[in-house]
């Protein structure tokens, strides 16, 4: 079965910190995909990042980072040097190639960003 | 382009009341989505379109229809409004299947009492 924990409910650093967002999945599937979105105070989710099963290079755009480990589960999200207008709610999501067109969402991680 | 829009952007529904929300998207994309986020539980997926003409039930579809009638449009139908329909609501579409993103809309604050 398909499950995403995101075990961090909520993270407050200071402007400039790095900090890093959580995310391990469960899935029984060899194909599938791994998304991060980003839902700032205004609401709408904005989708950051698409990661498949068969590509476990990591990425880096800009401040924002992805390490995808396929060992471990795990779909962690960096953000470095951290900015006031990184607080927002951050979801890990799984879609899988036997799910049907199901999407499954972690609970989200509340990021404060203090100046 | 104005990307995923939905209407109304708040509402308030008595027990027993019913309503309509309206997604629209100007992407020509096939799929579209309903989730409801609940406080600590991520996006559930309520139903979901792959294309004109066609429905499917998600993973808390009870109390809610859906149609689209039309590519662009997506309606979500509560037709006997109760309190644990109390949610946000979000509409999304995407261009394929389970290997695409989702592209959402802004939500529907609704409140039932």
């Known amino acids: 079965a398909q499950k995403v924990t995101q075990a961090q409910t909520e993270i407050s650093v200071v402007e400039k910190e790095d900090v890093t967002l959580d995310c391990v999945y469960e899935t029984r599937d060899t194909t599938y995909y791994l998304f991060w979105y980003k839902q700032p105070p205004s609401g709408e989710l904005v989708f950051l990042i698409r990661r498949n099963s068969f590509d476990e290079q990591n990425e880096i755009s800009g401040r924002y980072s992805w390490n995808f480990q396929k060992s471990t589960s795990s779909f962690n999200f960096t953000i470095t040097a951290s900015q006031v207008v990184d607080s927002a709610v951050y979801f890990c999501a799984l879609s899988e190639a036997t799910g049907g067109f199901k999407t499954i969402f972690g609970a989200g991680t509340r990021l404060f960003v203090k100046a | ?113």
């Open chain 2, 1 to 113: 382009n104005a990307g995923v829009t939905q209407t109304p952007k708040f509402r308030v529904l008595k027990t027993g009341q019913s309503m309509t929300l309206l997604c629209a998207q100007d992407m020509n994309h096939e799929y579209m989505y309903w989730y409801r986020q609940d406080p600590g539980m991520g996006l559930r997926l309520i139903h979901y379109s792959v294309g004109e003409g066609t429905t499917a039930k998600g993973e808390v579809p009870d109390g809610y229809n859906v149609s689209r009638l039309k590519k662009q449009n997506f309606l979500l139908g509560l037709e006997s409004a109760a309190p644990s329909q109390t949610s946000v609501y979000f509409c999304a579409s995407s261009l394929g299947g389970y290997s695409y993103e989702q592209y959402f809309g802004p939500g529907t604050r609704l409140t039932v009492t």
